[in-house]
């Protein structure tokens, strides 16, 4: 082997090569470690000011027991919200009341339908004509109706009758138009006397009253007449004979002899007078007292109103009832033909033992 100057140990050279390299790598990991210490401080300051979120919890896929729910808002806070909710919707309540209202004021809403009212019975009250007080009396209680029917009728609030000419009248008698008058079940007498009342009133203003004025009659001395003809007459048209009769009798002087005004008197109304009664001391006696009775003698109806406004025109004086027939008179200005149909009446009614009269067809 040979020693020449060019020649080195192999080893030797691997060895500084290796220290080489060391001292390279040494001084590049230097670097690196210097330029991390770098960027890690950097990274720590903008960490210090803005730290990062939170990492999520890892997920785990084993199964976990049910967790009791979150604890509520504490109870203050519960009853604040409601009371809060209570006062908005009565507010609302309040905004819609006065919506409504207002509504109604304007005329928006039409009104609730009213409830049905439940019917009232009613019952038929007739009242004949020439019916006097005490007998009508006798059909409004028999009607149910409540309350004293004469007394109810002595006065009426509202109706006058001095408009007629009757000057302070013991009572209504007269005015109370007869009629059919429906009337509530158990109501009060005062509502039947106000029906009769404006009954008349309308009736008596369709009536002519010209003649009667012209004999110086007034209202009030026309019912006293048709009171008297309702209450003799029995056919219909012998109403205006029997009013020409009372004219004709008034106009001469003669007492009127009519023996309704006594009945009226000592109110009998249905049987045979008797001789006491016919001498009964009353201003009601037209035997023994001439001129009209004091007043009617019960109340017309309108049929013999208008005859008593405006009786034929007749010169009869007398009328006796004719024997065998439904009340019909003989009428005559004769006082001898009268006493003649007078013997005639009596013979028939001494025979008959009753009024000789005959209405069974």
Known sequence: MSDGPDWQDPLSESDDAAAERERRRAEREARRRERQGSIGERVREEMAEDPPPAAPPPQRTEARAAQPPPPGPPRAAVNRRRLGALLALAALAFVAFVVVVAAKRLGGDDPAPAKPQKELKTVSVTIPEGYA?????????DAGLRGNYEQETKSFKGFDPGKYGAEDPPSLEGFLFPATYEIFKHAKVGD???AQLDAFEQNIAGVDLKYAKSKNLTV?????????????????????????VIYNRLKAGMPLGI???????????????????????S???????????????????????????????????????KPGTCGEHVFTDSEQKAARNTAKYQDALEAKGSSPTDCSE
């Open 133 to 141: 007080r005490n007998q009508v009396a006798t059909v409004a209680e």
């Open 192 to 194: 039947l006397v106000k």
């Open 220 to 244: 009030y001395d026309l019912l006293t007449i048709a009171s008297m003809i309702e209450r003799e007459v029995q056919v219909p048209e012998e109403r205006d004979d029997v009013a020409a």
């Open 259 to 281: 023996d309704a005004t006594i009945r009226f008197a000592v109110q009998n109304f249905d049987k045979p007078l008797l001789e006491s009664e016919l001498a009964v001391e």
């Open 283 to 321: 201003p009601y006696n037209t035997r023994t007292n001439t001129g009209l009775p004091p007043g009617p003698i019960g109340s017309p109806g309108l049929a013999s109103i208008e005859a008593a406004a405006n009786p034929a025109d007749v010169s009869y004086l007398f009328y006796v009832v």
